[in-house]
Nanobody
Framework: VQLQASGGGLVQVGGSLRLSCAASGSIFSISVMGWYRQAPGRQRELVAT???????YSADSVKGRFTISRDNAKNTVYLQMTSLKPEDTAVYYC?????????WGQGTQVTVSS
């Protein structure tokens, strides 16, 4: 499985960004796709997930502001981020879970300026 993430950038406080993660390869094995983030000096944090069955999860820190969605036809998961805060600044990583394997995409930087 290969994951290609895109959509990061620099945005002002209160702004919006949409991250995309396109999966290719043995995608039939994927049960969950989602996003982690890691800010400088902090541990990697789970942000949101979307299961194959359609269930979603969002961390309390982003609930109500971030929405995870997917386009099955494009094998792509999106993270719509609104009302961005400086504390959302981090490198965002796409992740895909398969039996006995976790796949990571390259990180995409999100910087929220105040």
């Amino acid at each position: 499985v290969q994951l290609q993430a895109s959509g990061g950038g620099l945005v002002q406080v209160g702004g919006s960004l949409r991250l995309s993660c396109a999966a290719s390869g043995s995608i039939f094995s994927i049960s969950v796709m989602g996003w982690y983030r890691q800010a400088p000096g902090r541990q990697r944090e789970l942000v949101a997930t979307f299961t194959r069955e359609g269930s979603t999860y969002s961390a309390d820190s982003v609930k109500g502001r971030f929405t995870i969605s997917r386009d099955n036809a494009k094998n792509t998961v999106y993270l719509q981020m609104t009302s961005l805060k400086p504390e959302d600044t981090a490198v965002y990583y796409c992740v895909a879970l398969a039996p006995n394997r976790t796949y990571w995409g390259q990180g995409t930087q999100v910087t929220v300026s105040s």
